[in-house]
């Protein structure tokens, strides 16, 4: 099977509509549907998160979700002075210095966890990459709780939040999953409660789910396409990143009226569905290490301005580890189920072997 046939599958078996949808208009930069722009193009995709003003708290947008699943004010739903410091807050410990101080807490537990593949075992890279994430974000947030069980804590909060707030999908009782979800999670990072117990949840939330879907699905391209050759250089991580695109969607709604590159106008209350796997071309081409997209496409996948991701280093510092410490055994998948309830396309499971 293609790299890119086993990766559309994540998106088929979660999100088909949605898919089948983004597809049917991506080539067109911008299309009007009623009060929904979607939104491929790539300067077009920028404007709409940096020149567009933003309302941060509307329900359905990212910053909504995170308002409604942390009791609100931090960072995705912050503006201005009081998002400037919550964000110096939190990227002293996503900076660089930060990253490395944090790194042997993964790279310790690659080396563990990957040994039966030495004797021709198996390994699901899927509890591998939860554990990573939830040690990671327990490290960050300074909560002494077990890495799987955060982790397990956080996808499900963000499951049950992304299904409480689709319009159509939405059930009698999933706001009250969600709020129990949430209380788990919120008890796990921070059992004494206080001023930092939403911030610490909502960055468990964005730590988790992204990279519990962005490690196993650049592993199972790096499989299928076997791109281990490449596995030492830095540009391996940032193409299967810029290809697999986690978060491919974000939903941002507008607090002005604007324009987009193009000369489409953008009224106020208007919904932007932001593509971000067409700005960065994922769905076009292959990854080439060699000879990678520019790195201004490429981090687009981590969004743009001043909200862009402050976990950007991390994610692909923890990307090139996983890649690296897989390349030796030059793995192929085994078997891959797709994750029908994650907030973002995800595998399931995805067992790797060596060849
Ligand atoms: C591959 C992994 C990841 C991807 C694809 C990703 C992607 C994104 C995107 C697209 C945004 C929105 C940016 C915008 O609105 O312009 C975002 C925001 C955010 N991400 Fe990540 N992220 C990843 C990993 C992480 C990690 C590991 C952390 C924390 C350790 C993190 C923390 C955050 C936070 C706190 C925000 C909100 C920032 C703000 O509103 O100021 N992310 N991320």
Not at 63 to 89: E, M, P, S, V, Y
Not at 109 to 124: C, F, K, M, S, T
Not at 278 to 297: F, I, K, L, S, Y
């Amino acid at each position: 099977m293609s790299a890119r046939s086993r990766d559309r599958r994540v998106y088929l078996g979660s999100h088909p509509v949605l898919f089948a949808l983004l597809a049917a208009t991506r080539r067109r930069p911008v299309t009007r549907l009623g009060r929904t722009l979607l939104i491929h193009d790539r300067e077009a995709f920028v404007a709409g998160l940096t020149r567009i003003p933003l309302d941060r708290t509307a329900p359905g947008t990212t910053g909504g979700a995170a308002g409604r699943l942390t009791g609100g004010d931090l960072l995705f739903d912050q503006q201005g002075d009081d998002h400037r410091q919550t964000r110096r807050a939190t990227s002293d410990a996503l900076g660089a210095t930060g990253v490395q101080r944090l790194r042997p807490l993964w790279t310790g537990l690659l080396d563990r966890r990957l040994e039966p593949l030495a004797d021709g075992g198996r390994v699901d890279l899927v509890p591998v990459a939860a554990e990573i994430a939830g040690t990671t974000a327990a490290a960050l947030v300074g909560a002494a709780v077990d890495g799987p069980e955060l982790a397990d804590a956080a996808r499900a909060a963000a499951a049950a939040a992304a299904r409480d707030h689709l319009p159509g999908l939405r059930r009698r009782g999933t706001a009250d999953v969600a709020r129990a979800a949430t209380e788990r999670l919120t008890a796990l990072v921070a059992p004494d409660g206080g001023s930092e117990a939403g911030l610490a949840t909502m960055l468990a939330v964005a730590a988790i789910t992204t990279t519990v879907a962005a490690l196993p699905r650049a592993a199972a391209w790096a499989c299928d396409a076997d791109l281990w050759a490449y596995a030492d250089s830095p540009a391996l991580a940032d193409e299967l990143l810029r290809v697999t695109a986690p978060t491919p969607l974000l939903p941002r709604v507008a607090a002005e009226a604007g324009e987009l590159p193009g000369g489409c106008p953008v009224r106020a209350g208007d919904r932007m569905l932001l593509v971000a796997r067409h700005a960065v071309d994922a769905h076009r081409g292959e990854p080439d290490p060699e000879r990678p997209a520019p790195a201004r496409t490429a981090q687009l996948v981590f969004g743009a301005g001043p909200h862009a991701c402050p976990g950007a280093r991390l994610a692909r510092v923890q990307v090139a580890d996983m890649l690296r410490a897989l390349a030796p055994y030059r793995p192929v998948v085994v078997r891959a189920r797709v994750d029908r309830r994650s907030a973002l396309p995800s595998w399931r499971s995805l067992v790797v072997r060596a060849s």
